[in-house]
């Protein structure tokens, strides 16, 4: 089979993030209108390569001056670094349905190794619309891809004690990525 290029619907593809708050609960957060593609030959999947951006600018907690405080230098630093990349380069099968990817995440500006894993969710034909017209079909793919991260391997390093010993924000983050893929047209 040949080689096929997909590209992320931004509309339908989203980044969402938890860390621990106060030690007591979890703070989430997400990005929407992540812009991204893979480039698959569905009869090696272990060779596919896929690349992301999401605008760290755009961070929705719910809470308006958290998200400006998490746009700041004391979290992302947006002003100097408004954009995260990932760029997979490692594709390891387990199933039909379960692959690792890993690759280079680019955060704040410092870029580390991280590894996904991947759940592909299926692929259907669905309606195409462009200016209130539907020029589908076209085929569309589902993925789920989670990870942790140390935050502070990004320099993402603000923080304050609390009680007892405790932090406002936990080192780990927790990261989970929906993925509505459009195979290009011809």
Do not use: C
């Not at 938890?18 to 991204?36: S, W």
């Not at 199933?95 to 280079?104: K, W």
């Not at 405790?166 to 509505?180: K, T």
């Amino acid at each position: 089979m040949a080689w096929t290029r997909w590209f992320f619907e931004p509309g339908h593809t989203g980044a969402e993030f938890r860390a621990r708050h106060m030690m007591i609960t979890y703070v989430r957060g997400q990005f929407k209108n992540v812009q991204g593609w893979l480039h698959v030959d569905p009869d090696e999947p272990e060779n596919a390569r896929v690349s992301a951006t999401i605008d760290a600018t755009q961070v929705y907690t719910g809470q308006p001056e958290r998200d400006a405080h998490l746009r700041s230098a004391d979290f992302f630093d947006v002003e100097h670094h408004p954009t995260w990349t990932f760029v997979g380069s490692s594709v390891q099968q387990f199933s039909a349905t379960e692959f690792e990817v890993t690759g280079d995440l680019t955060v704040r500006g410092v870029t580390r190794p991280v590894s996904f894993d991947v759940t592909y969710l299926g692929q259907w034909e669905t309606p195409w619309w462009e200016d209130g017209r539907d020029l589908g079909p076209r085929r569309r793919a589902g993925f789920t891809a989670t990870t942790r991260l140390n935050r502070l391997d990004f320099g993402v390093s603000w923080n304050d004690v609390v009680d007892r010993g405790g932090v406002v924000v936990s080192d780990i983050v927790h990261v989970v990525v929906d993925i509505e893929a459009v195979l290009e047209a011809d």
